[in-house]
């Protein structure tokens, strides 16, 4: 199932920067093919899907970790921190280090 794989190619891989259109490739698909095929199956565009995989571990990594948010973009697979941290302030409304304060304090409580 092209779905199945493009979801474990998606958690194996998001860390090392995989695109859709590597996937598309891996599953030998045509990338509009993919996308299409994806959305129709999770409601959701597969590079959609992926940023929020992304930033979802991301958030992990800022409340287990101390690292510094550079690291932890290059670690879910960013480049560009300044990218990595407009991408999280439009998707949580705060940028990484505020995020991590704001959790951290609620664990004191």
Known sequence: ????????????????????????????????YFSELFRSRMGVAPGQYLLRLRLEKACELLLTTNGKNADIAQQVGFS????????????????????????????ER
């Open 80 to 107: 560009d921190p300044k990218y990595f941290n407009r991408l999280f302030v439009r998707q949580y409304g705060m940028p990484a280090h505020a995020y991590r304060k704001s959790a951290r304090k609620g664990e």
């Open 1 to 32: 199932d092209y779905l199945e794989k493009a979801l474990n190619l998606m958690q194996s891989e998001y860390m090392n920067g995989i695109t859709i259109q590597e996937i598309a490739d891996r599953l030998g698909l045509n990338r509009s």
